[in-house]
């Protein structure tokens, strides 16, 4: 329905404020001075350009009354989620249906929330008597948060295309954009259906098995020769082997940095999106393999702590927890984050950690503390890797200032490997990766562990 910004004021007002003259008025009307300027050399054509000129005011006329004599002659609406999925592509539909008795030309600009500096997103179409047709666009939001939609303005013209009527509908339209939900459905499903692969997850070889006892099955190639079961075996007069399921209700707890080295932005999103993304992927992961998920954040202090669990509405709750995560300009303080760990954790846990270290000082002001959290858990900390080095490192510098730049890209991107091998050799485990190959690398990490049977 449209709104009352529309609907407010005298009729007279409401007239003039949903009257709009369309580029075909403009020049018919250029067309008639210009005629009238000639007039001034060729004297015997003014009665004819009198008339056209009348013709043009008639015309003008039918045009308004074709296009207000009905009250509504226009239904829309925006359809939109309730939830939007950040850093994936989300569908919006607009829905238009004709009630004038003659075919119509409509045009649409929408108003998108000012988080996408759209300006552009105007459709011309052309719809049939009692005709409804639906217009799609997408959009790619890059930050977290409430968006709210603008007017939906619907500009019908009259029959002969010299005015239009605006038509507003949707105004004002408030939708939450939160972690990429998109992303965790679409693995489900792919899980489901075996295709993970396809995406870059592998599947890895078990190595040994859990006491845990699931099966008898028949010998194929590549089965442990120890898991051989003898009694089955004569019973079936055919190889047969035991198979054992992976141990569950493992925890596995994902610790954000909230810091300020997470806001660095990476194709308009942050790292701290990046990692919470991640997290929601992995979590979801570990609640499908029957472990549990919990999730702590943190930067100056301890934010938020989720403790792991595996019931149905963890996955809502880790989801809600992190749509509600901003970074700021502080410091972390791993302190704070290691005594925390060792107050709410106390079985012993996979515990990814998402930071940024840019440099092996810096690193090694926390490495005490990551030490010391490897002693009690398996530990596995995930950072980030600046594609953009690459393409500095590439590159021949010609003069001073570029020979400069690319030392300095070659000085941090060592510095990335070097921080790697000071963590693992401190028995902590380690993720180095581009922040657009995150998920899929922690999720392969994860999968390495359970099969390894490190959790």
């Known amino acids: 329905m449209p709104t ?16 709009y003259l369309t580029n075909r008025f403009f020049i018919a009307l250029a067309i008639c001075v210009l005629g009238f300027f000639a007039v001034f050399i060729f004297e015997e054509f003014f009665f004819l350009m009198q008339i056209a000129f009348g013709v043009f005011c008639v015309f003008i006329l039918l045009d308004i009354i074709t296009v207000y004599r009905q009250r509504r002659g226009i239904t829309a609406s925006r359809t939109c989620p309730d939830r939007m999925s950040n850093g994936d592509i989300n569908t919006i539909s607009i829905t238009l249906t004709n009630r004038y008795p003659y075919r119509l030309r409509l045009k649409i600009i929408e108003e998108v929330p000012f988080q996408f500096q759209k300006r552009n997103l105007i459709y011309s179409i052309s719809l049939g008597v009692d005709k409804s047709e639906t217009v799609y ?13 603008g007017a939906l303005n619907i500009y019908a013209e009259g029959m002969f295309g010299f005015v239009s009527k605006r038509y507003i509908f949707d105004n004002h339209k408030k939708v939450a954009v939160y972690p990429s939900f998109i992303e965790m459905r679409k693995y489900e499903l792919l899980a489901a259906s075996h295709r993970l692969t396809d995406y870059g997850i592998k599947k890895i070889r078990r190595i040994g098995h859990a006491t845990e006892f699931d099966q008898i099955k028949h010998y194929t190639m590549g089965d442990d020769p120890r898991t051989i079961n003898y009694k089955a075996t004569a019973r079936m007069n055919q190889l047969m082997v035991n198979t054992y399921q992976e ?10 940095d909230k810091g ?77 984050l290691y ?117």
Request: glycine share 4%.
């Open 4 to 19: 009352d910004r529309q609907n407010g004021g005298s009729p007279l007002i409401r007239f003039f404020k949903s009257l």
């Open 137 to 149: 666009y997408d959009l790619r939001p890059t930050e977290r948060g409430e968006y709210e939609f």
């Open 247 to 256: 141990e569950k209700s493992q925890p596995v707890y994902c610790l954000i």
């Open 260 to 336: 300020r080295t997470m806001k660095m932005p990476f194709e308009e999103m942050t790292l701290l999106d990046y990692a919470i993304n991640s997290t929601l992927m992995v979590c979801s992961t570990a609640l499908n393999k029957g472990d549990k998920a919990g999730l702590i954040t943190f930067s100056k202090n301890i934010d938020e702590i989720l403790p792991a669990d595996k019931n149905r509405r963890q996955r809502n709750n880790i989801l809600e927890t992190l749509y509600a995560q901003t970074t700021d300009y502080k410091e972390s303080d791993y302190e704070k």
């Open 339 to 455: 005594i925390a760990v060792r107050r709410k954790i106390s079985q012993r846990s996979l515990i990814i950690l998402y930071t940024n270290f840019e440099t092996v000082n810096g690193m090694r002001r926390q490495l005490r503390y990551l030490s010391r959290l490897a002693k009690d858990h398996l530990v596995l900390v995930s950072f980030f890797l600046n594609s953009e080095f690459n393409e500095v490192l590439d590159t021949t510098p010609n003069n001073l200032d570029e020979t400069f730049r690319k030392g300095i890209a070659e000085k941090l991107s060592n510095d990335k490997f070097l921080i790697v091998k000071e963590l693992n050799r401190h028995g902590i485990h380690t993720i180095l990766s581009k922040p657009e190959n995150l998920t899929i690398n922690s999720i392969n990490k994860y999968l390495e562990f359970k099969a390894r049977g490190l959790i």
